[in-house]
T-cell receptor, first 113, second 116 residues
Framework: QQQVKQSPQSLIVQKGGISIINCAYENTAFDYFPWYQQFPGKGPALLIAIRPDVSEKKEGRFTISFNKSAKQFSLHIMDSQPGDSATYFCAASSGGGADGLTFGKGTHLIIQP | DAGVIQSPRHEVTEMGQEVTLRCKPISGHDYLFWYRQTMMRGLELLIYFNNNVPIDDSGMPEDRFSAKMPNASFSTLKIQPSEPRDSAVYFC??????????????FGPGTRLTVL
């Protein structure tokens, strides 16, 4: 499996601010790019996902930006709330997601009230 | 739906013992994945099945690990013999990419394995 690089490792944002997490991938066969949210003691839960035929996808306060030529994608959390404090993982897969996910190392996000 | 069910939730065993982790996927899902999460290596895909058939087991760390899916509603991950470095949280996920499927993976709550 090719690597997915995620940054930063940790992030502190004030309530109401914008949280931005970045990922880069190598394998051009990847065609599905999800973001997962994980709380302590829980399994990862899908937050939002994008396919390479679009450059941006927005769901509520969460937006994925995708740059196919640069092989990069990012998660933006608008109006960040204390309840958003969690670990966020980017991932990538081929086969539309059916081939198994290659995960980034995760970003520990803390939203300060 | 109850979601992906894993058992046990916690397992503590001694080095050399056999460990069996169990997973019940979401009904109707035709893909099942096993992942391992550690601080050092993060989340890693171990193996996945499609229609109960193993498709890619290249992530299985060594011969001590084996996985089976005898039917569409049950899978096991077995470690024999277990070693302290196997200590991790093991996740099962399921999904469906057939017509009308959600085209994504749903994760279970995980099994925290500690090998002493």
């Amino acid at each position: 499996q090719q690597q997915v690089k995620q940054s930063p490792q940790s992030l502190i944002v004030q309530k109401g601010g914008i949280s931005i997490i970045n990922c880069a991938y190598e394998n051009t066969a990847f065609d599905y790019f999800p973001w997962y949210q994980q709380f302590p003691g829980k399994g990862p839960a899908l937050l939002i996902a994008i396919r390479p035929d679009v450059s941006e996808k927005k769901e509520g306060r969460f937006t994925i930006s995708f740059n196919k030529s640069a092989k990069q994608f990012s998660l933006h959390i608008m109006d960040s709330q204390p309840g958003d404090s969690a670990t966020y993982f980017c991932a990538a897969s081929s086969g539309g997601g059916a081939d198994g996910l290659t995960f980034g190392k995760g970003t520990h996000l803390i939203i300060q009230p | 739906d109850a979601g992906v069910i894993q058992s046990p939730r916690h397992e503590v065993t001694e080095m050399g013992q056999e460990v069996t982790l169990r997973c019940k996927p979401i009904s109707g899902h035709d893909y099942l994945f096993w992942y391992r999460q550690t601080m050092m290596r993060g989340l890693e895909l171990l193996i996945y099945f499609n229609n109960n058939v193993p498709i890619d087991d290249s992530g299985m760390p060594e011969d001590r690990f084996s996985a089976k899916m005898p039917n569409a509603s049950f899978s096991t991950l077995k470690i024999q013999p277990s070693e302290p470095r196997d200590s991790a949280v093991y996740f099962c996920a399921s999904g469906s990419w057939s017509r009308g499927g959600a085209d994504t993976q749903y994760f279970g709550p995980g099994t925290r394995l500690t090998v002493l």
